[in-house]
């Protein structure tokens, strides 16, 4: 069973029966497991969705289910980069220049509401769905695209709108890593938000190690 939170309005197609919608809680997703016989989970969402991965660590013990996670690994900034580290999106924030700048906001459409305290910037959004409701900053243009895209592309994005700065969550994986090459040809620096922290639980890094442990799960 492939489970989707439903926050998007037109998700990717899967060769699985899927199901759209959230389970009520810890109480309701371990009621879940139990009632659909479910023998074992695999949390593969976002790195950021951390309130999903740790009721999903709860209901998993609850309903004696084994748990792993499959999680891509964070990336790292190399040579050229020019990385501004925090743990928050209230830090990215505070971390963008007190002057007007041009923002790729490269954080989806949550917490926009934050990046409001600094109204004097102009925001450059990628969503894959077009809002629904006004959004909370003054000053922005909105992209819907859907990626995975390339460093080709987000460059000439990033020129066309002459962006100064892109803030980012560390999602980790390739379909999202463009922005970053584009923001090194660039020069341009990055402001990094760190994962937030989740219950612990064993972490698969391929689809291979994920497989490996269904068929054995107590070697994790």
Not at 26 to 53: C, K, R, W
Not at 110 to 136: G, M, S
Not at 147 to 171: E, S
Request: hydrophobic share 45%.
């Amino acid at each position: 069973m492939f489970s989707y939170a439903g926050r998007t309005a037109k998700p990717v197609s899967q060769p699985l029966p899927t199901r759209v919608g959230g389970f009520g809680g810890v109480d309701g997703l371990a009621a879940y497991l139990q009632a659909e016989n479910i023998t074992h989970v695999v949390d593969a969402t976002h790195p950021f969705a951390a309130q999903m991965s740790t009721n999903t660590v709860q209901a998993c013990e609850a309903a004696g289910v084994p748990l792993c996670a499959f999680e891509r690994p964070a990336w790292q900034a190399g040579e050229g980069d020019t990385w501004v580290h925090t743990d928050s999106v209230d830090g990215a924030v505070d971390a963008l220049p007190d002057t007007p700048a041009r923002v790729f906001l490269a954080i989806g459409k949550q917490n926009l509401t934050q990046f409001a305290a600094k109204p004097q910037h102009h925001y450059l959004l990628r969503l894959v769905d077009a809002p629904e409701a006004p959004l909370p900053l003054p000053h922005t243009t909105v992209e819907i695209a859907r990626g995975p895209f390339d460093a080709a592309g987000d460059t000439a994005l990033m020129r066309r709108h002459g962006i100064t700065h892109v803030v980012a969550k560390n999602a980790g994986g390739a379909g999202a890593a463009a922005k970053l090459t584009a923001a090194r040809t660039l020069s341009l620096p990055v402001i990094m938000i760190g994962r937030p922290q989740v219950p612990e639980r064993p972490v698969m890094g391929s689809v291979a190690e994920v497989m490996a442990w269904i068929a054995h799960p107590s070697a994790a």
